[in-house]
């Protein structure tokens, strides 16, 4: 292992345990009162967290288990789901980055390109009154269904061979990674976009993984303190998200490893389909 990627794994480490204490420092007599994550927070973070490791994505299946058992507030949806899913996706990266091959420059100048999107997304979003958050996770449900519908049908760039991004194209990564940070804030997934456009890039796919957990690994405990500070977010939906949500990877990422999830792609784009209509259907009635 490269010292580079030795020092990006300690700084992730480093990153994650800040966290976790900023995070349990912060929520010490929050809303929660005593009472822990349900079964059903916790289902919702093994399920979701699971499907992550294997290329599913969590903020979809999330935001629709929630709006489907309305078991979080709209307004503290994207809250929620970026301090839940923090810890978990440390854990992906730690395990992705260290076993595939994506060379560090690049690596390094798009987690940081997200990191600075995320934190200028954060601080605006956790703000938004619940109107403005369903119009805008709405919409976010919308391009991820057709994202989905694109990767099932084979409409999506397949990529090419490369592990380096230089010159343009690595200024071209570096800005739309930018702007990917600021949109998960809202509660589009990187994970999938990230692909697409490090694919157009001619990046390997396999490349791609560390670049997009990575990424979010990074830049979700930075926007998320954010959002606990503005109490933003709802504490036992994140902890359910969490403390589920690492075994999850863990059972993905050294037991199941592989999956056919055809069937599953498409169930999950028709209830996100679903879900981002009522989404914006509340909003048009709130309105």
């Not at 809303?31 to 994550?37: K, L, S």
């Not at 399920?47 to 999330?62: H, N, P, Q, R």
């Not at 690049?106 to 958050?133: D, E, F, H, Q, Y």
Request: net charge positive; glycine share 10%; proline share 4%.
């Amino acid at each position: 292992m490269s010292a580079a990627k030795t020092i990006l794994l300690a700084l992730l480490a480093a990153l994650g345990t800040w966290f976790a204490v900023a995070w349990a420092v912060a929520a010490r007599g929050a809303r929660m009162r005593g009472r822990p994550p349900s079964l059903f927070h916790l289902a919702v973070g093994f399920v979701t967290e699971f499907l992550d490791t294997l290329g599913i994505g969590s903020f979809a299946t999330t935001t629709t288990a929630y709006r489907l058992a309305r078991g979080v507030d709209d307004r503290l949806l994207p809250g929620t789901l970026n301090v839940g899913h923090a810890l978990p996706t440390i854990a992906q990266a730690l395990i992705y980055v260290t076993i595939l091959v994506v060379d560090m420059p690049t690596l390094v100048s798009m987690i940081a390109a997200a990191v600075g999107g995320a934190w200028l997304g954060s601080g605006v979003v956790a703000g938004w009154p619940r109107r403005a958050v369903r119009v805008a996770m709405g919409s976010a449900l919308v391009v991820a269904a057709m994202i989905m519908l694109g990767s099932v049908l084979g409409w999506l760039p397949k990529g090419g061979d490369a592990v380096a991004l230089s010159g343009v194209r690595l200024a071209v990564g570096v800005a739309g990674n930018f702007l990917l940070g600021a949109l998960m804030t809202i509660g589009i997934g990187l994970y999938a976009p990230c692909l697409i456009l490090v694919s157009l890039l001619g990046m390997s796919p396999t490349a791609a993984f560390p670049i997009m957990m990575g990424s979010c690994a990074f830049l979700m405990p930075v926007g998320s303190m954010r959002f606990i500070r503005r109490d933003a977010y709802d504490l036992r939906a994140a902890l359910g998200l969490t403390w589920a949500g690492i075994p999850g990877v863990l059972v993905a990422a050294f037991l199941v490893r592989s999956l056919s999830l055809d069937a599953v792609r498409w169930l999950v784009i028709v209830v996100v389909t679903y879900t981002a209509a009522t989404m914006l259907a509340a909003a048009r009635r709130e309105a």
